[in-house]
């Protein structure tokens, strides 16, 4: 079929806006909006590929329309928009990556057309919406559109008129010596109560009055207002030694509400601790996590041996193997 053709085809028996007609021609020419692509499929009676040329959109092209396809969802671009912002609105964040669930019968309705004309060179309405909804997004917040690890990923719900919003956790990398012989390295529920708290625990629902995770987190919670840490470990560690290897972790903010952090100040503000001192805070990647907990780290250990007479030579060898 050629391109005409397939216009008139499209044309005929529907109603169909210009976003919707130009989605079916979305891969001719460069710098178009499908919307202008539409018009333009609409102006002559002949159409071929070069007529896609952004020099070509006719004056009267605009957003919207209505159509048995979409069914108008191109007329609310706004509303759409203000809803996910406002979804958003609480979280301090720099990026995100939207989602689409576009109408169910805009859906059929898309799919039904290209049963009848194919697919070729068309995009998906919810690509389209996609990327001009997240558009709109970037012009009125400080946010911008991030594919690998976005900080938020609401998804916009159009059946429902409503947002599903996952927040991506903050991720913080860093290594720490623990100074202490009497801490583990996470929270150590008592196994009794499970944490609940009872007379073996003393109430407190713990094992330990604090971890080296205890000693880290909590200016991490307070300025972030997340609502979870999680400690990634490099490895775990003895309660009854010391570590002075610097151990790698990441500590995982859950839901936070804010992202900018000033970690040198922070990193200061732990290492006020007599039990734990903690170095290099910077940002990590999810991979970190995984990564961290499956290196293979040689421990060395240092022990003073008391002992009731001076040893032999002989004795000495067996100790040291
Ligand atoms: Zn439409
Ligand atoms: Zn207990």
Redesign the pocket.
């Known amino acids: 079929m050629n391109l005409t053709a397939k216009r008139d085809a499209l044309t005929e028996e529907r109603e169909?806006?210009d976003?919707?007609l130009g989605r079916q021609f979305a891969q001719l020419g460069h710098g178009l909006e499908n919307y202008e692509r539409g018009a333009i499929a609409r102006q002559n009676n002949e159409l071929s590929q070069g007529d896609f040329d952004p020099g070509r959109v006719p004056e009267s092209a605009e957003p919207g329309?209505t159509?048995d396809?979409?069914q108008g969802v191109?007329e609310e671009l706004d509303h759409w928009t203000e809803l996910v912002v406002s979804s958003m609105e609480r979280y301090g964040a720099n990026t995100f990556l939207l989602g689409i669930r576009p109408p169910s019968e805009a859906v059929e309705a898309e799919e039904q057309l290209w049963e009848s004309y194919g697919a070729m060179d068309a995009e998906t309405m919810k690509t389209e919406l996609s990327r001009l909804i997240g558009k709109r997004i970037e012009n009125r917040t400080n946010l911008t559109v991030e594919f690998k690890r976005p900080d938020l990923n609401p998804v916009l719900d159009m059946n429902h008129d409503r947002v599903e919003l996952q927040v991506n956790s903050l991720l913080i990398y860093g290594q720490y010596n623990k100074h202490s012989r009497e801490i583990p390295q996470t929270v150590w529920h008592c196994r009794k109560c499970r944490g609940d708290g009872c007379e073996q625990c003393d109430w407190t629902g713990k094992n330990y009055p604090t971890s080296v995770q205890e000693e880290i987190q909590p200016p991490f919670m307070r300025e972030t207002e997340a609502i979870e840490a999680k400690f990634h470990g490099g490895g775990r560690e003895d309660v009854d030694a010391r570590c002075l290897g610097k151990r790698e972790f990441v500590l995982e903010l859950v839901e936070p509400l804010h992202r900018d952090l000033d970690l040198e100040e922070l990193q200061e503000e732990v290492n006020q601790s007599d039990k734990v001192e903690v170095f290099g805070l910077r940002p990590a990647d999810k991979d970190e996590i995984e990564e961290i907990k499956e290196k293979h780290a040689d421990k060395t250990y240092r022990a003073y041996v008391e002992t009731g007479e001076p040893p032999e030579d002989l004795e000495l060898e067996k100790l040291r193997s």
């Open positions: 169909l806006c976003h919707c329309g159509c396809v979409c191109f």
